[in-house]
Each structure stands twice: as C-alpha cells, then as structure tokens.
C-alpha cells in the first residue's frame, strides 16, 4: 500500500481516491438542491406536499394518485386532495388514464412547466410589492383626510354663579 493510499482527509476519504471525493460532493450537492428546491416549491404551491407531488409529476408525468403516493410516500387521501388542489389551481392537470380493458380508468396528472408556474406568480408577487411600496402614499392619505379633534369643556352653569 503507497502512503497516498494511507492519507486520509477530513472526510474519511484516502487522497488517492479522487473519484471518492468528487462522487460523495455530488450527491451532498445533489441533496442541497433538492431541500431547496423543496423550500422554494413550498413558498410557491403553498405546502411541502403539493410541492413534492408537482416534483414528483415533474420527474414521472403521467402518474395516478396511487403511483404518487407509493413514490413520496405521502398517505393516498393526502395525495387526492392535494392533486384535487392543484387541479383547481392549474398547477397540474389531469385526463382518464386509457386502458384496453373495462373497469376503472384512473385519473393521471400532469404538472406544468416550472416557467408557467414562475409566469402564474409574477402578478401576485408584483402585486404584493406594489402596496408594500405604496404603503406610505396610502398612510399618507388617510392622514391628511383626518382633521384634529377638539375637546371642549363647558362648566354648568351653577358652577359659574359659585365661583362669583
């Protein structure tokens, strides 16, 4: 064995193994992108579920809720009413599975293109942004409107005579 075999770097990994190295920081990286990827999702469909079945219908179009919630491990009425969600939303969509036999044909889904989903949001982000910036003109206006409140003080008029 040479002593580069024996040298160990930080990570457990030998020096000679570069390959090693290179193959365990791709998957770290690979993880990281997939957390926020998750993160982002979740700000955008409003729950890490339905951003987990929009990857998940990304990755595999055409998936039943059944072969959704065997893949994410989500509990299949999650994976339903989360689909029924992004059906009504426009986030996936969805047509009867064909089959040569009879019986029931399940649903299959679709998710829509990532720059669809960024295009669907941009009004309601912008929208946003408007009246956080505008705050101050708004706020501006209601004060000028308000008018100062006075207070008068009238004493009765037997308190008056008293004090002659």
Do not use: C
Not at 46 to 59: G, K, S
Not at 73 to 95: C, F, I, M, Q
Request: net charge negative.
């Amino acid at each position: 064995m040479s002593t580069d075999d024996k040298n160990e770097d930080a990570t457990g990994v030998r020096d000679g193994s570069v390959r090693e190295r290179l193959e365990s920081e791709a998957d770290r990286a690979v993880e990281t992108l997939d957390d926020g990827l998750v993160d982002l999702l979740t700000w955008v469909l409003d729950t890490e579920t339905r951003a987990r079945i929009y990857i998940y219908l990304r990755e595999r179009p055409n998936s039943t809720s059944e072969e959704i919630s065997d893949g994410t491990g989500l509990y299949p009425s999650t994976v339903r009413e989360a689909l029924a969600e992004l059906n009504d939303d426009g986030k996936v969509h969805r047509r009867k599975r064909e089959s040569a036999g009879a019986g029931n044909n399940p649903y299959e889904y679709v998710a829509i293109a990532p720059n669809d989903l960024v295009t669907d949001i941009v009004g309601d982000v912008q929208e946003e942004l408007n009246t956080v910036f505008n705050l101050d003109d708004a706020l501006a206006d209601r004060r000028s409107d308000a008018r100062p409140v006075r207070i008068t003080v009238e004493r009765p008029a037997e308190e008056t005579a008293d004090d002659d």
